[in-house]
C-alpha cells in the first residue's frame, strides 16, 4: 500500500483576532508535543485568517513548533490593482505552506467560478506553495448527479490550470455536510475520496494519484474523524467548527 502522511487542517475562517491566534497555536502545539511521540507521522496546519499569519508566523518559528501555517484564500493575479487582495508572494513571504482555494463559503458567497479556483491554485503552486483544493456537491447537486460528479468536474477544472510537477492536496467537503453537524458517512466520503484519486489518476500518472492526499471535510469532530482516516483514499480532515476548540482539535490531530 502507498504511504501517505496524514494531514489535520484547521479552517478557523473568519475567527480569531492576532492575539487569540497566539494563544490558540501555543496550546495547540503544547498540547501535541507529547502527543506526537505516540501515534505516527501526522502533519497539522492551521488556516487564520490573514490578519493573524504573522503572530502566528513569528510564533512558529521561535518556538519551532511542528504546526504548519495556511491561508484561507489567495488572489490569482500577482500584484496591482486589486484592492483587498492578497498575493501568493505575500503568503509566501510569512512562511505559508498551504492555501485553500475554492472553499464553498468563496465559491458560493463570493461566486468564485472553477475557473477562478484553477487560477488561485496556479498562484499558490508558482509562489512554491501547495494549494488545498476544495470541491463538493451541494445537496440539490446530490439530489440531481449523486455525489461524485460535481467534485469529479471541479477537480478536473482546477488540474487543466496546474503545471504538471505541481504538488497539491485535494479536500472532498459536501457543502451539506459543512457547519451542519450532518457529516457523509465513511462509506459516503470514501466513495467521492475514490473517485477523485481516479480523476488523478487519469489526468497526473499514478505518482501524483498514490502521493496526493485526498482530505475530508464535512462536521468532522474527535468522535469521527478515525472512521475518515481509515479509509483507502482518505489522507486527512479539513476541519472547521472543531478546529476552534483547542482541545478537540488536538484530539483530531490525535485520531489514532
Ligand atoms: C469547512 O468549512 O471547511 C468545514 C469542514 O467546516 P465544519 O468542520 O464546521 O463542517
Known sequence: ???????IAGNWKMNFDHLQAIAFVQKLAWSLKDAQHNYGEVEVAVFPPFTDLRSVQTLLAADKLAVALGAQDVSPHAAGAYTGDISAAMLSKLDVRYIIVGHSERRGGHGESDETVGLKARAAVTAGMVPVICVGETAE???AHGAAAIPVQQ???ALSQLPAEAEFVVAYEPVWAIGSGD?????????????LRDVLRAERGDAVADATRILYGGSVASQNVASYLKQPNLDGALVGGASLKVDEFSRIAQFT
Open 1 to 7: 500500500a502507498v504511504k501517505r502522511t496524514p494531514l
Open 183 to 195: 457529516p457523509a458517512t465513511p462509506a459516503q466520503a470514501e466513495e467521492v475520496g475514490k473517485a
Open 141 to 143: 447537486d446530490l439530489e
Open 155 to 157: 477537480l478536473q477544472a
